[in-house]
């Protein structure tokens, strides 16, 4: 069975910077580098027992010799990334499409930064970036957001205590991801993301280097809130019942209530059969398996033949099941 690190060496299609970087928010000398990938994954780890979901690199768990896929978060043990540390992730392309379809701000970066690398296949991912828009990402951008105003807060969480210096200099995080309220709202309107991003931008750094108040960053956050729930809901505030906020006909957006999900399903289908062909190109739907003898494959009928249709060489035909459970040669009509 392959490995990993060697699925995502032979199916890699598409690998780009998120994070900071990608926003335009990124202060020199002080922020790692987050890239993210998408990588076809082998028939084998689709149908077997072993599927692959990503695969992760971090440099600050290399020199600290931890492992990066287990769950070193909770135990307060994950290193902690320095400036110019690598931080990556790969994606397998049905988990990507998966994530993508459900409007995960993270996620659908990729589709709109410059790549570091594209195969035709990455382009193709790129080019149709459309069928992934949808109003249901309004309530993933509005959960990030509001998940975000929480632990400045102290609501949530510890107030994000890996970032200590950030509190005893400036009362609070500063290093929090308020740039999605805006761009949840230019995605919403748009089906896409500028970047680095231009609305906004100019509050964000602000905010990055401690220079607005924690009471008008609230007030901020809660503006963009308000803005995103008309978009996506129709009203001003997140419906209080879950079928109320699975429900998004009434939002302003102009995009559709939901993904084309059978779209998405068609084009991850024909991207799965050219796994480890670097080349891409026109997609090729695979073929069926090679016929031996002569006549239909096993499983299909011939017209007026009971049974199954298979044959043998010429005067060696396959017997044909009788009514009465008997098999009897075939007559060769």
């Not at 020199?28 to 082998?42: L, N």
């Not at 600050?60 to 540390?85: I, K, L, M, N, Y």
């Not at 400036?170 to 896409?192: I, N, P, S």
């Amino acid at each position: 069975m392959e490995s990993d690190r060697d699925i995502v060496r032979r199916g890699l299609i598409l690998r780009g910077t998120v994070g900071s970087t990608a926003h335009g928010l990124h202060l020199d000398g002080t922020d790692d580098r987050d890239e993210m990938g998408v990588a076809i994954e082998p028939p084998s780890r689709l149908i077997g027992l072993v599927p692959f979901e990503h695969h992760i690199y971090r440099t600050a768990e290399q020199r600290a010799g931890h492992d990066a896929t287990a769950d070193q978060r909770r135990r307060r043990r994950t290193p902690r990334s320095r400036p110019g540390d690598l931080d990556l992730v790969v994606y397998s392309l049905r988990k990507y499409a998966r994530l993508a379809a459900n409007g995960n701000p993270t996620v659908q970066i990729l589709l709109f930064v410059e790549p570091l690398r594209s195969t035709p296949w990455g382009d193709r991912l790129r080019a149709e970036a459309d069928m992934f828009a949808s109003r249901e990402a309004g309530a993933r951008f509005l959960g990030y957001l509001q998940a975000q105003r929480e632990r400045l807060l102290g609501q949530r969480g510890q107030m994000r205590v890996t970032r200590t210096e950030l509190i005893e200099a400036h009362g609070y995080d500063t290093k929090f991801a308020m740039h999605l309220g805006y761009q949840g709202m230019e995605y919403l309107r748009t089906g896409r993301l500028t970047l680095p991003m231009t609305t906004g931008r100019e509050h964000c750094v602000d905010v990055r280097l401690g220079g607005v108040p924690l009471a008008e960053v609230i007030r901020s956050i809660e503006e963009l809130e308000t803005e995103l729930c008309l978009l996506t809901y129709g009203t001003a505030h997140v419906p209080e019942s879950a079928a109320g906020r699975r429900d998004h006909l009434a939002g302003r957006s102009p995009l559709p209530p939901s993904p084309d999900r059978e779209r998405i399903d068609a084009s991850w289908r024909r991207c799965t059969p050219r796994y480890g062909r670097r080349s891409g190109g026109e997609p090729q739907h695979p073929r069926d398996p090679p016929r031996t003898g002569r006549g239909p494959p096993l499983g299909v009928r011939r017209p007026g033949r009971r049974g199954l249709a298979g044959r043998g060489p010429p005067g060696r035909e396959a017997p044909v099941l009788r009514r009465d459970g008997r098999s009897s040669p075939s007559s060769g009509r």
